[in-house]
């Protein structure tokens, strides 16, 4: 499977973005996903991943309350909608495929995309 993310950006402290992620191939909705990221100097962290039915997901601790993944199989799309971001949200976003049904480790996807890079200013 091919990812292809998009929609990040400079928004202020506070405000809100929504990244996607298209994916290509028929099967995007065996797969389950995620969402990383990486800071400059620090190693990539988990944000956020999602089961392949949409039934269960998962979030970094700092995170919960302010990001909400969802996914459209129909659309072969995964979204990250991130408000009342902060300063410390600033890295570069990827998205992410597993075969396993959602997880938090790095090492368990296979699949990835380019990246898109989230700065959020004070």
């Known amino acids: 499977v091919q990812l292809q993310a998009s929609g990040g950006g400079l928004v202020q402290a506070g405000g809100s973005l929504r990244l996607s992620c298209a994916a290509s191939?028929?099967?995007?909705?065996?797969?389950?996903m995620g969402w990383f990221r990486q800071a400059p100097g620090k190693e990539r962290e988990f944000v956020a991943a999602?089961?392949?039915?949409?039934?269960?997901?998962l979030y970094l601790d700092s995170v919960k309350g302010r990001f909400t993944i969802s996914r459209d199989n129909a659309k072969n799309t995964v979204y990250l909608q991130m408000n009342s971001l902060k300063p410390e949200d600033t890295a570069v976003y990827y998205c992410?495929?597993?075969?396993?049904?959602?997880?938090?480790?790095?090492?368990?996807?296979?699949?990835w995309g380019q990246g898109t890079q989230v700065t959020v200013s004070s």
């Open positions: 992410a495929a597993t075969q396993f049904i959602s997880t938090r480790s790095v090492v368990d996807y296979g699949y």
């Open positions: 191939g028929r099967t995007f909705s065996r797969y389950g």
């Open positions: 999602i089961s392949w039915s949409g039934g269960s997901t």
